[in-house]
T-cell receptor
Framework: AQSVAQPEDQVNVAEGNPLTVKCTYSVSGNPYLFWYVQYPNRGLQFLLKYITGDNLVKGSYGFEAEFNKSQTSFHLKKPSALVSDSALYFCAVRVMDTGRRALTFGSGTRLQVQP | NAGVTQTPKFQVLKTGQSMTLQCAQDMNHEYMSWYRQDPGMGLRLIHYSVGAGITDQGEVPNGYNVSRSTTEDFPLRLLSAAPSQTSVYFC????????????FGDGTRLSIL
């Protein structure tokens, strides 16, 4: 079975400060890892993914994430937060080399960036 | 380029009624799936399809049916609506590759009275 944990329901950060949204995962096998963002009354939008290779992955809107195999983590980061980054963020995992392409999502973390 | 289109956007049903949530994609994606989103629970997989004519159950399939007669369309049917099915429903699609990201529709907000 695969699972994802996002330990923080909400993260508050001041505009211009760095932000981190935490994610840990559990899978049997090598993972595909994803971050998605959801704005109010919209579907999820893809931010970035880790498949293999460099542990630091860069994505849309200045976001990046670091894959840490030993800690089974995939934290989302941004050097300087914007008010417009305020949204709901989801981490998701899928196991490689299986026919099942379904994602398992974390419960989500609401990011609030204050002006 | 419409992407993934879901209809309706909102719906209110009475307990016991049936309805179909529509999902269509214009990206020629083989893989399509339905999720429900409930507060504090993330998204949970209901049903998915790896191609026309092929469907399978996800994590929470009870009370829902699907079919995939074409590559483009993947409707979700509620057979006899129950208040526990009040939720926001999302359809998603992707290419065959396991590392390909899924593209999501904007959701259907469903209330069962």
């Amino acid at each position: 079975a695969q699972s994802v944990a996002q330990p923080e329901d909400q993260v508050n950060v001041a505009e211009g400060n760095p932000l981190t949204v935490k994610c840990t995962y559990s899978v049997s096998g090598n993972p595909y890892l994803f971050w998605y963002v959801q704005y109010p009354n919209r579907g999820l939008q893809f931010l970035l993914k880790y498949i293999t290779g460099d542990n630091l992955v860069k994505g849309s809107y200045g976001f990046e994430a670091e894959f840490n195999k030993s800690q089974t983590s995939f934290h989302l980061k941004k050097p300087s937060a914007l008010v417009s980054d305020s949204a709901l963020y989801f981490c998701a995992v899928r196991v490689m080399d299986t026919g099942r392409r379904a994602l398992t999502f974390g419960s989500g973390t609401r990011l609030q960036v204050q002006p | 380029n419409a992407g993934v289109t879901q209809t309706p956007k909102f719906q209110v049903l009475k307990t016991g009624q049936s309805m179909t949530l529509q999902c269509a994609q214009d990206m020629n994606h083989e893989y399509m799936s339905w999720y429900r989103q409930d507060p504090g629970m993330g998204l949970r997989l209901i049903h998915y399809s790896v191609g026309a004519g092929i469907t399978d159950q996800g994590e929470v399939p009870n009370g829902y049916n699907v079919s995939r007669s074409t590559t483009e369309d993947f409707p979700l049917r509620l057979l006899s609506a129950a208040p526990s099915q009040t939720s926001v429903y999302f359809c998603a699609s992707s290419y065959r590759g396991g590392g390909e990201p899924q593209h999501f529709g904007d959701g259907t907000r469903l209330s069962i009275l």
